[in-house]
C-alpha cells in the first residue's frame, strides 16, 4: 500500500470515519445469478483490491499491504427482503481504496444506458490492456490525480493535491500566487469546500469536460519534497 493510502488507512477514528457505505434497494427482486456475473466481470474481476483485505505490516520494515481475502464472499453483500423492500445491495468500502469521483465512477460502470444491456466487461479497459501487450500507445491516460478537502473540525479543512508518484506537498493550488494553502488547515479551505460542492456534484461527478482540470496533476504553486539525504541531515 503507498503511503497515501496509508495515511487515510491511519486516518480512520470513531470520531472521523473513512468508510464509504452505499445501499441498493431494488423494488422487485434482481435476477441475482446476472447480477452476481455482472459485479464479477465489472467490479471485482478488473479490480481485485475490492475482494482483498489490509494486513498490517511492522513499522518500521514494512506498513500495511494488501493480500486477497479467503473468506471474500459475494453473497453477503447481496439481501433479500431488506426493509420490507423485495431486495439490496450493500457496499462499504473503505477511503483508502479510492477517492469519492473514482469511486463513483467504477460504481457507475456497474449500470448500462438501456435495460436490457448484456453483461459485458469494460470495454475501455480491455482495449487498452490489448493495447499495451501489443506495445502499442494507451489510448487516454490518467496519473492517479485526486485533489480534495480533509474538514479537520471548528470550520477548518486540509486540502492536499496528489497522484500515484507524488504524496502530498505543502504550497498552493492551483499556483503559488492565488491560491488554498494545501497541507495547512484553514477557515478558506472550509469555506471553499461549501462552495465546491455543486460543481462536484454537478460537473466532476456526471463526468463533464471542464476546462483547465485534466488526468494529469500539475506541480504549479507546490513545494518540492526534500531529498531523503537532506531528511536525514
Not at 38 to 50: A, H, N, S
Not at 63 to 92: C, K, S, T
Not at 151 to 178: C, M, Q, S
Not at 185 to 209: C, V
Amino acid at each position: 500500500m503507498n503511503h497515501t493510502d496509508a495515511a487515510w488507512l491511519h486516518m480512520d477514528q470513531p470520531t472521523n470515519l473513512m468508510v464509504i457505505t452505499g445501499v441498493l434497494w431494488f423494488e422487485e427482486v434482481p435476477d441475482w445469478t446476472r447480477v452476481r456475473r455482472l459485479i464479477e466481470e465489472r467490479f471485482v474481476g478488473p479490480y481485485p483490491r475490492f475482494r482483498q483485505r489490509v494486513v498490517e505490516g511492522h513499522p518500521p520494515l514494512s506498513g500495511p499491504h494488501w493480500e486477497d481475502d479467503p473468506n471474500f464472499n459475494l453473497d453477503l453483500h447481496l439481501v433479500d427482503g431488506y426493509g420490507g423492500g423485495a431486495a439490496a445491495m450493500i457496499q462499504r468500502i473503505h477511503h483508502c481504496i479510492a477517492d469519492g469521483i473514482a469511486l463513483a465512477r467504477v460504481l457507475l460502470s456497474l449500470a448500462d444506458d438501456a435495460p436490457d444491456n448484456d453483461v459485458r466487461p469494460i470495454e475501455a479497459l480491455t482495449a487498452n490492456i490489448e493495447r499495451f501487450f501489443e506495445g502499442k500507445d494507451l489510448e487516454g491516460s490518467y496519473d492517479g490525480h485526486a485533489n480534495c478537502f480533509v474538514e479537520t473540525g471548528f470550520h477548518k479543512a486540509l486540502r492536499i493535491d496528489f497522484n500515484y508518484e507524488v504524496e502530498p506537498l505543502p504550497g498552493r493550488y492551483p499556483t503559488a500566487h492565488a491560491g488554498l494553502p494545501l497541507l495547512r488547515e484553514s477557515r478558506l479551505n472550509h469555506m471553499a469546500k461549501l462552495a465546491f460542492q455543486p460543481f462536484y456534484w454537478h460537473a466532476l461527478l456526471p463526468g463533464r469536460d471542464v476546462p483547465g482540470i485534466g488526468a494529469q496533476m500539475s506541480m504549479a504553486g507546490k513545494q518540492p519534497a526534500p531529498s531523503k539525504q537532506g531528511a536525514s541531515e
